[in-house]
């Protein structure tokens, strides 16, 4: 029997496409452009926007006699043994392949945004504190160990990272960011891509664009960002993660920009990411996007029509389950109303993809690798564990409390110290997925900040209250709390946020605030604590910064954590203890006030303090800030001036030694400072990083390869430009904290960038003798 051409792996995999688009009729091609939810609930409270009423009806052994593009989250819905899951996937494939006349199986896509969002896979720590670490070839193992579990259960998409940039704390969804800096979510962004890649996984950029600059912090309110904002701000990470990442699949935002909605934007999804960036793989729509440019948006009059704007714009992919892309959009080709090109398009796309993952030979096999599955090995956990001991972000030690005595008296006080939950993010699978199934165990091992300290330090008398809830204004707690501090030499104040969705906790989607105090009455209770006259040390479980000026100057310590993961409970115990050194850095800036400043280091002149307002928004702690427990000295620096044109390069070294008498690591950071532009352009803003570890006495000299691009902007006429003229580049510990300068001048005419522009300045790091 002669094979088809598009079952010949010899053949291009376009050919291939090609010959099986051409035996394809309407129905199976438009079965390509769609995942069906398996198990998702239609009533109660979801976890996704509007589920409950946009979730549509089909019969399953129907629907796929004509195939099928996608199955979705079929770890993600429910707790299922991972084993088991497997091979409940394996059966789903080969049902769909055996009910099509092609025999091609759907891609499976998972969530993975902090680690498999699967019933016993290992919790890591959120983006947010990927950020804080300053590391990307660490991020990049983690993602790389996050592919690997993807693929031992058969799933073939991730739908991570992701990409926004914070501009507004008050948003629910920051605990999922990477930061408030385009260069530190696109670096840390790239290498998650580089790791999910390398496993095989389809890595998905979320969510395109502009997501995070929702008015008023509301999720999935309009966003009312200019072009330049938008260019400089929103769009440079994707850019990277895509050039310099890989990335086979990007995730159309919910939200609209100046009335035009990103799901119905062909300017967004065709003419920038794929004519002017080239991108070539899938665009899937955000779960339910398509169906909200009807119900949300009302941009469309019907589901056909609101098929029609996203297929015209470019998604090729409707997620999570069949809605716009099935009947309506069938019914509206026959009818002349959609041109059948449309379909060619992204069927296209979608069964290239499927070839490059081999969903289209021969001997495609749905069958897991083993049948002994373990989601949450020892080295995940180990990985972990190094993950968030490094995220972790001294704010303030001023006096040397800590590293805590280790016979102390310590009382732990407060409602994260003693729940696992506080670890996790919204996106874990106990926090996302278990409170709808409270019989369940979380199926991973979490201790707490209690149980953890208690291991770290045996020696010490630790007890414990825990004074309030994080939501329940009830103070009743507050005198037991108070008696255990002033019975002990140190307090321990565990406060923070309760991941959730859509109001069903502190922080994560659809949790946003209306400003930056701590939630319920924590507050209070540590004024209360704080009045004992006991040191206080404040411990934040978080997942985005809160105001912490009422407390300035009265605190004996502040550490941050945001959502550490399963193994944050010992990170945060190490570093109290000293076993380890923190060596975080703040991927936001921490409010001094908590109200109507929602703010971001990235600011021009007059978004900085100043006489023309009483309000000064200046953080209490900068972006890039975080202490060590021992000291470095930042040496033999080449600054001065020099003269390069508007396309040369120019290097700045500096020695950094550790001068203290622990190993520890410094993150050196470089920022740029444009004294005159012509357009307003941020005071200072990062242009490059390099983490160094360093044992005591130990010394390296670290070059960072500046190149004239990395100046660029885009200019009044909508051009990115580098132009001639003075620039600053300043060698700091945090955006407010520069220890040198190098002036440098371009020369030359004013000149225009493409995509083949210079993102990322390059490190070097030497160690001496």
Same mark, same amino acid.
């Given at each position: ?10 053949? %291009? ?20 452009? $769609? ?21 549509? @009806? ?65 919790? $890591? ?38 990409? @926004? ?38 890595? /998905? ?23 330049? *904002? ?6 440079? %990470?994707?850019?990277?993660? =895509? ?12 939200? +609209? ?37 009807? /119900? ?21 992919? *409707? ?19 959609? %041109? ?43 990985? #972990? ?41 919204? $996106? ?16 991973? *091992? ?9 291991? +770290? ?7 414990? #209250? ?65 009045? /004992? ?22 605190? #004996? ?83 001065? +001036? ?7 390069? $120019?290097?700045?070294?500096? /020695? ?53 691009? =990395?100046?660029?902007?885009? @200019? ?10 003075? =620039? ?42």
């Amino acid at each position: 029997m002669t094979t088809a051409p598009w079952r010949d792996p010899a053949l %291009p995999a376009a050919d291939r496409v090609d010959d099986l688009l051409s035996r394809m009729t309407l129905q199976e091609k438009t079965a390509q452009l $769609y995942g069906v939810w398996v198990g998702a609930e239609t009533d109660g409270e979801g976890v996704a926007p509007h589920q409950h009423d946009m979730n549509a @009806d089909y019969d399953w052994n129907e629907l796929i006699t004509h195939g099928l593009g996608q199955l979705t989250r079929s770890f993600g819905t429910a707790p299922v043994d991972p084993a088991l899951g497997a091979q409940a996937l394996a059966r789903a494939q080969r049902r769909i392949a055996a009910a099509g006349r092609f025999g091609i199986p759907a891609v499976a896509h998972e969530e993975c945004l902090a680690g498999f969002t699967a019933w016993q896979a290992t919790a $890591y720590p959120v983006p947010l504190a990927w950020g804080a670490t300053f590391d990307p070839p660490l991020v990049e193992e983690m993602a790389r160990r996050i592919g690997e579990d993807l693929r031992s259960v058969g799933v073939h998409q991730g739908l991570a990272p992701v990409l @926004d940039v914070v501009r507004d704390p008050r948003w629910g969804r920051v605990e999922e960011t990477i930061g408030e800096d385009p260069y530190l979510a696109g670096t840390i962004g790239t290498a998650y891509v580089r790791g999910l890649e390398s496993a095989g996984v389809v890595a /998905t950029l979320k969510h395109f664009a502009g997501y995070a600059s929702s008015a008023g912090a509301r999720n999935l309110a309009p966003v009312r960002a200019g072009v330049r *904002e938008l260019a400089d701000v929103t769009l440079p %990470p994707f850019e990277m993660a =895509l050039r310099e990442g890989g990335a086979r699949s990007v995730m159309a935002a919910y939200n +609209e920009t100046d009335g035009v909605p990103a799901s119905a934007d062909p300017a967004l999804l065709t003419e920038l990411l794929r004519e002017q960036w080239g991108f070539t793989g899938t665009v899937v729509a955000d779960y339910f996007g398509i169906g909200f440019l009807e /119900t949300l948006h009302r941009v469309a009059g019907s589901p056909a029509e609101a098929a029609h704007a996203a297929l015209a714009a470019g998604i090729d992919v *409707e997620l999570p389950t069949l809605n716009c892309y099935g009947k309506p959009l069938v019914e509206a080709v026959r009818a002349g109303e959609v %041109p059948e090109e449309l379909v060619d398009r992204a069927a296209r796309r979608v069964l290239l993809q499927k070839c490059e993952l081999g969903l289209l030979d021969e001997d495609w096999s749905p069958e897991p690798a083993t049948a002994r599955i373990d989601l949450d090995s020892p080295a995940n956990r180990a990985l #972990a564990r190094r993950v968030a001991e490094e995220s972790v972000v001294l704010l303030d030690n001023p006096d040397g409390i800590l590293p805590l005595p280790p016979d102390a008296r310590i009382a732990v006080v407060g409602p994260r110290a003693a729940d696992a939950l506080a670890m996790l993010g919204c $996106y874990s699978f106990p926090s996302h997925v278990l409170t709808h199934h409270p019989e369940v165990p979380t199926g991973v *091992e979490i201790p707490t900040v209690l149980e953890a300290l208690r291991a +770290e330090l045996p020696d010490a008398k630790v007890t414990f #209250a825990q004074g309030c809830d994080v939501l329940d204004p009830d103070p009743a707690g507050f005198e037991e709390a108070v008696t255990r501090a002033s019975e002990a030499d140190v307090c321990l104040a565990v406060l923070g946020d309760r991941a959730g969705l859509f109001g069903r906790g502190t922080s994560g989607e659809g949790c946003d605030v209306t400003d930056l105090r701590l939630p319920g009455v924590q507050a209070d209770l540590l004024d209360a604590l704080v009045a /004992t006259g006991v040191p206080v040390v404040l411990v934040l479980l978080t997942g985005r910064p809160y105001a912490l000026g009422r407390w300035d100057g009265r605190l #004996a310590a502040v550490v941050q954590a945001f959502f550490p993961g399963e193994e944050g409970g010992p990170a945060v115990a190490g570093v109290l203890s000293g076993r380890v050194n923190p060596s975080g850095r703040l991927p936001v800036s921490v409010p001094r006030e908590p109200g109507g400043q929602p703010w971001t280091y990235l600011q021009p002149p007059l978004g900085l303090a100043g006489e023309v307002s009483n309000l000064d928004p200046t953080p209490l702690y900068a972006f890039g800030h975080g202490r060590s427990y021992t000291s470095f000295a930042w040496e033999s620096v080449d600054s001065g +001036e020099s003269e390069i044109s508007t396309d040369g390069s $120019y290097d700045v070294s500096l /020695t950094v030694r550790n001068t203290g008498e622990r190993a520890g690591a410094e993150v050196v950071q470089l920022y740029l400072h444009d004294p005159v532009a012509s357009v307003t352009r941020p005071d200072v803003r990062l242009i490059g990083y390099q983490r160094v570890e360093l044992a005591p006495g130990e010394a390296s000299r670290v070059t960072f390869g500046f190149h004239a691009d =990395l100046s660029s902007f885009t @200019d009044r006429s909508g051009r990115r430009v580098v132009e001639p003229g003075l =620039l600053e580049l300043r060698l700091a510990a945090s955006s407010a904290d520069t220890r040198h300068t190098a002036r440098l001048e371009l020369t030359g005419p004013v000149r225009e960038l493409g995509a083949d522009r210079q993102l990322r300045c390059e490190t070097e790091v030497r160690t001496l003798s």
